[in-house]
């Protein structure tokens, strides 16, 4: 007989007692503790529809025996199937990251499931990358205002002055995108902040 420990921590059991839309830190810490947990959201992340169970077992197998899953074993899917099913899934749904039909074995991520994903280090997030935007700018307009002073067609044909200008607004409208950019990006993070206990 398996002794695996089913009891949910008081700290997940107790979200169903508080609102739908919140979680508390520890309860998030709780479930980002174990790499299942984690690679089952990021598993659902990547996969961005219901996965089913045997599906998701045999991904993550593969990767905690850093094979295939073709080249898994039986005794390998059954671990980690037999934990999902028993532990981590249903301490996923307790807690409102997850949907997880046991009877059907059928999961995807639920509302809540944003609040972990940000404390995840997965390649689906975009990465800021404004330092390459800068970057184009100050080339193009360093060659730009070059060519103009040197007299080098067509820029022979504009001011230097005008050349110099229109290098300006270009880094003032990339500056004023990139502040945009991240105002928008952190009320989304204070939002997200804000359903955290």
Not at 169 to 185: C, G, P, T
């Amino acid at each position: 007989m398996s002794s695996i420990d089913t009891s949910l921590p008081e700290e997940i059991t107790s979200v169903t007692e508080d609102e739908d839309d919140q979680l508390s830190k520890d309860v998030i810490f709780e479930l980002l503790k174990n790499r299942r947990r984690r690679e089952v959201l990021t598993y659902l992340l990547e996969a961005d529809d219901t996965v089913t169970l045997g599906e998701l077992a045999e991904q993550i197998a593969a990767w905690e025996n850093d094979t295939d899953v073709n080249a898994l074993s039986s005794d390998q899917r059954k671990r980690v199937y037999v934990a999902l099913y028993q532990t981590h899934l249903p301490k996923m749904d307790d807690a409102g990251i997850i949907e997880y039909d046991q009877d059907r074995g059928l999961i995807e991520l639920s509302d809540n499931a944003d609040l972990l994903m940000m404390y995840l280090d997965t390649d689906t997030h975009r990465t800021d990358r404004w330092d390459r935007w800068y970057a184009l700018v100050s080339v193009v307009g360093a060659a730009a205002i070059t060519a103009a002073v040197l007299g080098v067609p067509p820029f022979s044909f504009v001011p230097s002055v005008a050349v110099a200008v229109v290098v300006v607004v270009a880094f003032l409208s990339l500056s004023i995108a990139h502040v945009a950019v991240n105002h928008r990006r952190n009320q989304d993070v204070d939002g997200k902040l804000s359903r955290i206990e």
